[in-house]
């Protein structure tokens, strides 16, 4: 596998920075503002304690408040860090019991507004809770009891700890190619979304979600993640990164230029069917199970020269590609092969139609997805039945 130097890849962005002459702003600048999309987050969550109870009359203090994550629409990582910018968050004492008021008031609970699709971690990453409803609500620090009879009248201390918050973004498709394929073309051509689109690598370097609208008001929703580059799984560009917001995701769409990908002349030229194979192969370094989710493959840019003859040539390892994988060195060989449910070639500038066509057919392969796996989880009994009287001996 072909990985590029730290210096390589600095370098890049470098001339890439230089040769967008719109930019006025010191480097630094332009990296801390474009390559922070902020999708985790460790902040400090301190539960109020409880107060203290009054020994003379049997009064107890009131319940420290909790600290609870609201999972909020609209909401983004950077909202919260605006609203928190020392990244700590502490709820309520619990008042405490005196002669006037027996019973210490409670404190107040901290509800916090999180986005949507929130894991929230502890400081050992030990899962928490997931936040993926709108409105959902996450404990993540508990108030300490009131000073009481049984704690000696002293209030408990609240829950004190270090939480992890991480984004992955919950979309029904995702798009994953390598940079130049054409994501943000496709993505603007289907959906409602404004993305960057220009011919250098890595334009998108940060997610984004476009809603398709159908005319019966169904609507789907895509994410065009930054592209993967050859190697990273060694961190290269931005390495596998933005691949966790695809683990989400209902059904991956691969998209590839006909014409194949070559990051700069440095690099090594890499045709359409090979930038499959290893997307095929940073996927399943990532993650295994993603090669099991339903997949689409788009050819792009059929359009251009050639392309047709292109395809002819690709066709037939396609629609083998477990066959196909035989003939390519092992470096760049997965070990398993993505299956893909339907394969197409499109113009995503150039073509509507095409677009479409595409449109109907992630609509039809979500909505056959679904029924599968409705089917599966609800029909076990039937399906044992099924496979028993195609052996034999009739279960009753
Ligand atoms: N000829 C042709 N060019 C395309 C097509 N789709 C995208 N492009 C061009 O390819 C370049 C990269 O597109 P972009 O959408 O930014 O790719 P991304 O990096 O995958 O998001 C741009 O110059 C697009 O205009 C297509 O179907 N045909
Ligand atoms: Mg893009």
Known sequence: ??????????????RQYNSSKKNSKPLRNYLKQNS?????????????TGGFGFPKYGGEGGKGGDVSFVATDGMTLKDF????????IQAETGGNSHSRRILGQIGQDKKVNVPIGITVYDDKNVLIGDLNEKDSELIVAKGGEGGKNSNGYCGVKGESRSVKLELKL??????????????????KAISNA??????????????????????????????DLPGLIEGAHCNIGMGHRFLRHVERTKLL???????????????????CLETIILLNKELELYKEELLDKPAMLLINKMDTEGAKEKYLEIKDQLENLDEALLSFPKEIRPLKSIKFD????????????????????????????????????CHPLEDLKEQLRERGPVLL
């Open 253 to 271: 769409l691969l998209i590839v230029d006909i014409n194949g990908f070559q990051l700069n002349p440095k690099h090594k030229f890499r045709s």
């Open 1 to 14: 596998m072909n990985c590029f130097s730290t210096k390589a890849v600095i370098q890049m962005v470098v």
């Open 342 to 377: 339907k394969i197409i070639q499109i113009s995503a500038k150039n073509q509507p139609d095409d677009i479409k066509q595409v449109k109907q057919i992630v609509r039809n392969l979500l909505d056959i997805n679904e029924e599968l796996s409705n089917d599966v989880e």
């Open 194 to 223: 404004k993305p960057k689109i220009a011919s250098y690598p890595f334009t998108t370097i940060r997610p984004n979600i476009g809603i398709l609208s159908y005319e019966d008001l169904r609507q789907i929703s895509m994410a």
């Open 170 to 187: 919950i979309a029904d498709i995702g798009l994953v190619g390598f940079p130049n394929a054409g994501k943000s073309t496709f993505l």
């Open 36 to 48: 922070r999309f902020l999708d985790s987050l460790r902040v400090h969550v301190k539960a109020g």
């Open 81 to 88: 860090l605006n609203k928190y910018p020392r990244k700590k």
